[in-house]
């Protein structure tokens, strides 16, 4: 009888120490929110971000067709349920949508997208001014035939997804007919409890002036982390990025255009202007996958 008592004591003992290690895991998931910036997988420039407290995932763009995998393989391992509740595209480049066009193809894709916000600009305007990208355009467009929901965010709009406010700071304005396609990036703000994130997509000169002088300027005002406009060259001006006053720096920049010469592209420009600012970090996609772990 008392070696009978023993056994079910320690089997109490046994059943209550897994039940604090799952509550424990499920806690530290949650409460701990991850900012993945995703490296290129082949040798082209990609722009990808995975967000998740565990709870909730965002993808921000996701890069090529070639980094469909390095997208697929994050959000299974950031996510609980391998689900990704909300996946903003920028603009419709193929270096932005390429891992989302080839996921949502997927008949057996290993994770299940909720719904994709993208406000991409008439096709029409797409051919007369980006004739060169009108193809990536349409192969992305294909694919979100597949996507179960698609809206369309505006300026001005807020989503309140889990613990994330995601703002629409700025929409395509298609009167800004130079650098078109860069220039109708949709631009994101994102706040949690830890920190404000970024994102400007592949914004140029003229899409980063008609920021800092819009209704949102307040809100681009002394980022915890910035994306870097344009893979970290010929994006929006130094002007822009001094107002901004990022406390972190994101570059979604391959080695080759890390290293480039100044004859090539202004990569080394870009860097200088945010050499002289205090900034504490610069995450570089050319070192490879970067998990950060957010702070307050």
Known sequence: MKRNKRLIFILIL???????????????????????????????????????????????????????????????????????????????????TGALAQILSEPDAMIRIEKVYCNFPPPDLIQLYDPDCYSEYQIIETALEYAPVVDVPVEGNEFQIGEFTVFVLQSPDVSITTNFGNNSSTIYKVETDESSILILGDAGIEAGDRLLNGPYKAKIKNIDYLQMAHHGQNGVSEEVYRYINPRNCLWPTPAWLWDASEDEYKTRETRRWMDSMNVANHYVAKDGLIEIKLQP
């Open 14 to 96: 046994f059943a209550l120490g897994v039940a604090l290690a799952l509550i424990s895991g499920n806690t530290r998931n949650h409460e701990t929110v991850i900012l993945a910036q995703l490296a290129p997988s082949t040798e082209s420039q990609m722009c990808g971000y995975v967000l998740s407290d565990g709870e909730i995932t965002i993808v921000f763009d996701g890069g090529t067709k070639g980094d469909a995998g390095e997208v697929v393989d994050e959000v299974k391992k950031l996510s609980n349920d391998d689900t990704v509740d909300a996946w903003f595209i920028t603009h419709y480049h193929e270096d932005h």
